[in-house]
């Protein structure tokens, strides 16, 4: 079940950064405890860096989470398709 959480309630409930290094990797994720008791884990990726084109930080942060999210997706197939799955 997604939260929806409005500015006052990020405030409570404010993201926290956590990495660590597994196999010679870097992990990386944000992460809060809702008031429920439940945690909430909004990303978790390899971590990397490059210099990038585009003008300001968001749109450089945007456009390395497109190449990301389209990787990530181009494996997912690659791998269905090598085990036979059909959509």
């Not at 749109?59 to 497109?66: F, H, I, P, R």
């Amino acid at each position: 079940m997604a939260t929806e959480l409005t500015d006052s309630a990020l405030e409570q409930h404010p993201l926290e950064y956590v990495s660590l290094e597994i196999d010679g990797k870097t992990y990386g994720g944000w992460y809060r405890l809702l008031e429920d008791g439940r945690m909430e884990l909004l990303a978790l990726a390899t971590m990397h860096s490059e210099q990038r084109a585009e003008g300001t930080p968001l749109e450089q942060a945007k456009g390395m989470l497109t190449d990301f999210i389209r990787s990530s997706t181009q494996r997912r197939a690659g791998v269905l398709i090598a085990h036979g799955a059909r959509h």
